[in-house]
């Protein structure tokens, strides 16, 4: 049963790799691939190393979860464009931490348990705010906010639960117990949930960046005129009900013809892209942008 969770996660560090190799952009992807090695590190430690009532080693496997916690955290927060406050979750860790060693000086593993578990819930609650910050665009959105909420739960329950039904114990004696079993199938069957429910979420998201990218224009490197009208009838139509205020703005190149003729339709497409590039990055994220004809140029402000 130990060796259930590191199977899994390292399954699933491998599927993370791939798929950031796909799309390198992607540093979400990167920091779950990596998060999921240092959890199976962690697993394999504690199921396996000699001494686990050893404050050593206790202190490494914690900088190791919380490592990784914060690794899935901030990747959560990337990939819908939100920022996790690294500083605050090290410290977070810094302080747990401290609390784990100070509790080493005893026998009973229950103290280190709870401040273990408490800083990895705390640090996935946070990570649930900042995800439920977000515009959720897709079914598997929800899901990432939600499985972060129940994983956070389940770390501040699992040490309760230990307290309650084991009473004083040693490492040995919690890692050779019924409810640590248990515990490590519900955690395994969490594990792998939330790494599924990231797989298809940058899955989703390679999928998005490929239709979008077959929907721009190579040359300006805004919407081709069919997606953006496709897009703006979408943004009207959502809010229609919101009545907030939309503009839409026209433009095209003067005497763009006489720009070809003299100089040539090199120097054409050398103007047009450089008024799309001067286009994209004057609007906000939430404004629409498209050429719309050869040196016409549209964009929906809302």
Excluded at 44 to 60: G, M, N, R
Aim: proline share 2%; glycine share 8%; with cysteine.
């Amino acid at each position: 049963m130990g060796l259930l969770n590191p199977v899994i996660t390292g399954i699933f560090a491998a599927i993370f790799f791939v798929l950031w190799r796909r799309q390198r952009a992607e540093r979400s992807v990167l920091a779950f691939g990596v998060a999921h090695i240092l959890m199976a590190v962690g697993f394999l430690i504690f199921h396996l190393t000699p001494a686990p009532d050893a404050a050593e080693w206790s202190l490494v496997m914690h900088a190791i979860y919380c490592a990784s916690t914060i690794l899935v955290v901030w990747g959560a927060a990337a990939r819908v464009k939100q920022r996790a406050n690294v500083l605050a979750l090290a410290l977070i860790s810094a302080t747990s931490g401290a609390l784990m060693l100070f509790a080493s000086f005893g026998t009973d593993m229950n103290p280190r348990l709870i401040a273990a578990n408490s800083c990895y819930g705390l640090m996935f609650a946070l990570g649930a705010q900042i995800v439920g910050r977000a515009e959720k665009r897709a079914v598997v959105d929800h899901a990432v906010f939600w499985l972060m909420v129940i994983t956070a739960a389940q770390f501040f329950v699992r040490p309760m639960i230990a307290v309650i039904l084991g009473g004083p114990m040693s490492a040995e004696a919690y890692r050779a117990s019924e409810h640590y079993a248990f515990l490590m199938l519900f955690m395994g069957i969490d594990s792998l949930l939330l790494a599924v429910t990231l797989v298809a979420a940058a899955l989703l998201d390679q999928w998005r960046r490929a239709s979008e990218e077959a929907e721009i224009d190579a040359l300006s490197g805004l919407k081709m005129r069919r997606s953006f009208e496709s897009a703006a009838m979408q943004k009207l139509e959502g809010n229609l009900d919101r009545r907030r205020p939309m503009s839409l703005i026209v433009a095209d190149l003067d005497h763009f013809k006489r720009v070809n003729d003299i100089w040539g339709h090199q120097a054409g497409e050398e103007a047009i892209a450089a008024f799309g590039e001067l286009v994209a990055s004057m609007v906000r994220g939430t404004d629409l942008c498209g050429r719309i004809g050869g040196e016409e140029f549209c964009i929906l402000v809302y």
